[in-house]
């Protein structure tokens, strides 16, 4: 029984939940470390001084494919789904 125990716990770390903010104090209450989540996500993901993104050239060593049209796309489904009710 000793041996079940043992084998149980011994892979076992306690969990912690600790963030540092800006300054290096560290945070363990889960209300403050979503709170700096959430800054830290928002400082990320809304950066200042980008306004104009525009689509750039591709340069690939192979020449892009045209479009397809609406009954190609249909077509392929169609022998896809035929292809898979063979298996």
Known sequence: MYRCISDFNYDY???TNMVK???GDLFTDCHSILGRWKKRFFQLLN???VNDVRQTDRHTAEPLE??????????AIEKLKRQITRY
Do not use: I, L
């Open 13 to 15: 770390r306690p969990r």
């Open 21 to 23: 903010d800006m300054k």
């Open 47 to 49: 950066v200042n001084g």
């Open 66 to 75: 045209p479009q397809s049209s609406t009954f190609e796309d249909e077509m």
